[in-house]
């Protein structure tokens, strides 16, 4: 019995030196295991649409975004959320704005601090958040 115990007591010591080493490279060379790279990848589409007294074009209400998530939260930020107007109807005065999962509420944040552009007041109203161009442009009543 002994001589059994003694070789299961090795087999366990072996086990959890390799265990430690390996615990050990590990630490040394910070080695970080991604687990999603799809999860940095994924864009969200915000739908809006604008409450103004004069007509606004797209590229401002962009560059209006952008100065407000660059003023709460600072151009880190800014860069991370990346935020986008890719689609604006003038007619309707309805839009969608492309940002990526880690940002995209920061966008949603700073949509109340754009208050004017071009001398008009405005108010940029998010409608809804999604994953998928498609439905965002079935939202806003394209296709």
Do not use: C, H
Not at 80 to 93: C, F, G, S
Request: hydrophobic share 45%; net charge positive.
């Amino acid at each position: 019995m002994s001589l059994i115990q003694l070789i299961i007591d090795l087999i366990l010591l072996a086990w959890l030196t390799i265990l430690t080493i390996l615990y050990l490279i590990r630490r040394q060379f910070n080695i970080k295991i991604v687990k999603n790279k799809k999860l940095s990848k994924a864009k969200r589409y915000i739908v809006f649409y604008v409450i103004t007294e004069g007509r606004v074009n797209g590229i401002d209400i962009e560059k209006g975004i952008r100065n407000s998530v660059k003023e709460l939260l600072g151009s880190i930020w800014l860069d991370i959320a990346n935020p986008k107007v890719i689609l604006y109807r003038e007619d309707t005065q309805e839009g969608i704005i492309s940002t990526n999962r880690v940002g995209y509420k920061t966008v949603l944040a700073s949509l109340p601090f754009v208050k004017e552009i071009n001398g008009n007041k405005i108010l940029i109203v998010p409608r809804r958040t999604t994953g998928s161009l498609k439905r965002a442009k079935r939202i806003i009543g394209l296709k």
